[in-house]
């Protein structure tokens, strides 16, 4: 299946329409209500997003073939108060169900924090494929890591993707590898702004030995330090100040959008701050588009077999 139409929900600086545009589709319609993460959406795709969904009629939103969402996670994550559907971004989920019911798009991508497929005791997941179920799809979901799809950082997160059809689709399995060197910056390129404070570098060295060059440091709550050769979960808020590289500098904006497979030619418009939290918030590319083509795959199987069935 190849020139396909997508609605991109929630999109963010749009993670799901890099890894769609790569594979042939062409954005109808995207909404975030987010000002800033508006601004570089625009800057670097030409569509200008509408905003809050919940404010959105559906008659408003054109025909399309898949729905993508990335819909707000801080209900479900551990970083958040994890009261689900309790909280009312929680309910958000609610308005794609809302469209999905009134325009049948053939297919559609669903991603949000690892927690959600636990919380409350799966009741929060069960009470989303049921919905999902009841309005005419059938449903997969998996716990995928960025990890595994050359991405270095370690990202897991719920996929959640549905059909009209019954198809045949597996979830990708094959594992990419990774090198955080070819995302990271030579420091001598890197604005000193970066660098953490000569206090704060020669506490943390020594607390911590790393076995591992180049490596991302990370410092948790409680103080403890630990690093890997790939980076923790991106986060949208001051997690950004308790990873180092080599234990001496934080990531810049560019490093970040790396993280998450965007493409250097991906415009950056807006200042640091609000890059980092556009980055923190963003889909991984590379996951989605693995998923993606899995996605078109199945479709693709299924239509011809409905041809030879009809034949």
Avoid at 81 to 90: E, L
Wanted: hydrophobic share 40%; proline share 4%; net charge positive.
């Amino acid at each position: 299946m190849s020139n396909f139409t997508y609605i991109d929900l929630f999109a963010g600086i749009g993670g799901f329409h890099q890894a769609a545009k790569a594979l042939g589709g062409r954005c109808v319609f995207a909404s975030e209500i987010d000002s800033e993460a508006k601004r570089a959406y625009t800057a670097n795709y030409g569509i200008e997003p509408h905003g809050d969904i919940t404010k959105i009629h559906a008659r408003d939103i054109p025909a399309h073939d898949i729905l993508f969402a990335g819909f707000p996670c801080q209900p479900f994550s551990i970083i958040g108060n994890r009261q689900g559907f309790d909280d009312i971004r929680g309910t958000l989920f609610f308005d794609i169900a809302r469209i999905l019911r009134a325009k049948a798009p053939e297919m559609f991508i669903l991603e949000n924090v690892k927690q959600l497929s636990r919380h409350d005791n799966g009741k929060t997941l069960q009470t989303i494929l049921t919905t999902l179920h009841d309005i005419g799809y059938t449903v997969y979901w998996d716990v995928l890591n960025a990890l595994d799809f050359g991405l270095p950082q370690k990202r897991e997160r719920t996929i959640i993707v549905g059909f009209r059809d019954m198809v045949d689709f597996a979830f990708p399995t094959e594992k990419t590898g990774w090198d955080l060197s070819m995302l990271l910056e030579s420091d001598t390129d890197v604005d000193e702004k970066h660098f953490a404070s000569e206090r704060i570098i020669q506490k943390r060295k020594s607390r911590h030995i790393s076995a591992h060059n180049p490596a991302i440091w990370h410092e948790n709550k409680s103080g403890n330090i630990c690093s890997y050769p790939y980076s923790c979960a991106l986060r949208a808020g001051a997690s950004y100040n308790y990873l180092l590289v080599n234990g001496v500098r934080r990531l810049t904006p560019r490093e970040m959008l790396r993280l998450q497979g965007f493409p250097d030619t991906f415009k950056i418009v807006c200042n640091d701050s609000q890059t980092r939290k556009q980055a923190g918030n963003a889909v991984p590319v590379n996951m989605i588009k693995a998923v993606l083509k899995e996605v078109l795959y199945a479709a693709t199987q299924a239509e011809r077999q409905q041809k030879r069935t009809a034949v």
